[in-house]
Structure formats: C-alpha cells, structure tokens
C-alpha cells in the first residue's frame, strides 16, 4: 500500500504513522517527493487491507493499494527518476550517460591501472573490473578475490575513478563493499535471493544484471529484494538474453529499456559486451541503447584482448573504446543527455 501523505504533514504524524504500519506488521519505506512524502507499506499481501485504516490518521491524504507485485521498484510509487549518488561528483540516473569501463577481470597492477587511465582519459566516469569471477566452468580463472580488490582500489587511487565488481555470495559481500563504490551482481546471480538481501542491508549502490532467462517482472522483483531490506540505490542492467539466435553470445533486449522506464524509477543500463559477445557489435548497441533510452552503458575494456584471462573476444582495446566515446557524445546529445 502506499500511504500518500498531505503536503506539508508534520513530522510527529508521519512517525505517527509509521509506528501504526509497524504495529500492524508492515515495512515502512519513506519516499521523499518534491512536495509530499509517500510512505510504502509493504508486507504480506494477503491481509494488507487493514492500511486502510491509516486514512483517519492525522497527516495522512490516501491510502492506496500498490497495483505491480514489485512495490518500492515501482512508479506507482515514486513517479521522478531516482539519481543514485556514486561519489560526491558523480550520479547515475540523471542528465548525464555515465559510462563503466573496463576489464572483465583484474588479471594484474599493470593491467588494471592502465586501462583505468586509458577509459578515463576517454572519457568514461567509472571504473569496472571483476575480482571475484563467477564462471560457467570450474576450472576458468575465477579471479584474484581480494588481491583484485586492492590493485581496483589502487586503481582509483591513481584515476580518480570510483569503481564498480561483482559481489558472488553473501559470505564475501562484507569484503567487497569495504573497496567497492559499487556493488554488482551478476547475471548468473539475479535470483540469488539471499545475495539479494545481503547487499540490500549493505550501504552501496548495486548494479544488478538482468539474469539470461528472466522477464521484465522477475527483473524488477529481484530489484524489489535488494530495496526492502532498506537499500533503494539500485541501478538496472540490461546484459541480454538467451533466444534462439546463435550469431551473438546472447540477444541484448533493447526493449527492456523503454519498457523498464515506464515501470521503474530505477536507472536503467546496457552492457553491449556480454550482449553481444563480440567486439565488432560493441558500439553500435551502445549507441542503440542510448538511443533507446539508457542511462548508462557497461562496456569490456582490455588492453591486450587476445590474451585476456576472460571475455576477450567481446573486449575493445582501448584506443577502439576512445572512438566509440567520441562518436557517442553525438547520440547522447541527439537523446538529449550529456556525456
Ligand atoms: C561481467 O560483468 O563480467 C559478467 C560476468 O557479466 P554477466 O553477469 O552479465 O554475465
Ligand atoms: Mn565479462
């Protein structure tokens, strides 16, 4: 239920409230508008009916029933796009595409730190590189772990840039949030309901990837795990699909971009790498996605591909990624946004 608030209520009916949602056995989640605050109630909805008792309450102007299955990801909730703050200069979500660039994997100092000043002197705003892997085969590099952790950190000690890895189980979440500026979970990972949970109690922004089989619903409902244990900083990733098509690693659904808009006020990113699963494709559904509506893009940067310790065919070196960025500022413009 959403528990619309008057304009200008004052604080004490507000608490008011809220202790009234907690007595009943909801979660409160407060919206803070431009010019009211909205409270979501959320909890079992076998019984939500007895919100409606809020409606008599001091402060209160409606109580109305949260129609999605997904409450907090909803616009039903909140109709502004969310801005998630990053670093005390960079946001996603607003005017500006924010690029994430970067290796699949830390392999090394060197590695890792030349491409963090080669992606940032092109122009992207925030570092990626996976420390922990999670990989379809056993025996694939699975990561420097926190080694992978330190040299990202150092990374954004010489660039400048905040960084954004993948976090694979609950155990390591802690570990990875203490370097980490943002928290990713990856595609194999997007049902893991209890890594779900354990980043939403951690206070990091989390990139989460759309899983390769998932609709739009279950996309936004994993999102709904992370942001009922209290984090509402979640950015969505766009990453592809499995179809029947073989010609590309996976089929990247542009449409889950505009779709995604109309249904959350998340922000909303595409990763062209894992969608396409080769470079040669890279730019073109980068400027696709911007095209259609992104807020951001994830791209593979590496600086010596073919000898990458994963994900090196769909990796641009950096130079080809520099091409790419300038050609880019011209569909963000075109979208009327900024790079
Ligand atoms: C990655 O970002 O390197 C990754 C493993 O992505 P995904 O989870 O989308 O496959
Ligand atoms: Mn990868």
Redesign the pocket.
Same mark, same amino acid.
């Given at each position: 239920m959403i528990i619309v608030m008057k304009a200008g209520a004052a604080k004490k009916d507000k608490e008011e409230v809220l202790k009234r949602i907690r007595e009943l056995g909801y979660k409160p989640h407060v919206i803070h508008g431009a010019t009211r605050d909205v409270i979501g109630a959320v909890g079992d909805e076998r019984g939500k009916l007895v919100l409606h008792s809020l409606e008599s309450m001091h402060g209160v102007e409606s109580v109305v029933p949260i129609l999605q299955p997904y409450k907090l990801a909803s616009k039903e909730v909140k109709k502004e796009s969310s801005v998630i703050p990053v670093s005390e200069t960079l946001s996603i979500g607003g005017r500006e595409i924010v690029v994430m660039a970067g290796p699949?994997?830390v392999e090394s100092g060197e590695q890792i730190i030349e491409t963090a000043l080669a992606v940032k002197e092109a122009g992207a705003q925030i570092l990626?590189g %996976?420390a922990f892997?999670?990989r379809t085969s056993p025996y694939s590099f699975q990561g420097l772990e926190e080694e992978g952790l330190k040299l990202l950190a150092r990374a954004r000690e010489v660039s400048g840039l905040p960084f954004v890895t993948?976090v694979v189980n609950p155990e390591t979440a802690e570990l990875v949030a203490e370097y980490a500026d943002i928290l990713?979970i %990856?595609?194999?990972?997007?049902q893991n309901f209890a890594l779900l949970k354990k980043v939403g109690q951690l206070k990091r922004p989390v990139l989460l990837?759309?899983g390769?089989s998932m609709t739009i619903q279950e996309f936004l409902m994993s999102a709904e795990y992370v942001m009922s244990e209290g984090n509402q900083s979640v950015i969505l990733?766009e990453? %592809?699909i499995r179809t029947f098509e073989t010609a590309t690693r996976n089929t990247l659904d542009l449409s889950a971009i505009p779709v995604l808009k109309e249904k959350t006020h998340l922000p909303v990113v595409a *990763?062209p790498?894992?969608g396409t699963g080769n470079y040669h494709y890279v730019a073109a559904m980068a400027f696709a996605a911007v095209a259609a509506g992104a807020d951001g893009l994830?791209i593979?940067v590496h600086p010596d591909p073919e000898h990458a310790s994963? *994900?090196g065919p769909q990796s641009l070196k950096p130079k080809k990624f520099a091409m790419m960025m300038e050609k880019m500022r011209l569909f963000a413009e075109a979208a009327g946004r900024t790079l």
């Open positions: 699949c994997s990626r %996976g892997k999670p993948e990713q %990856g595609a194999r990972n997007a990837k759309r390769m990733c990453r %592809g *990763d790498s894992h994830m593979e994963s *994900d």
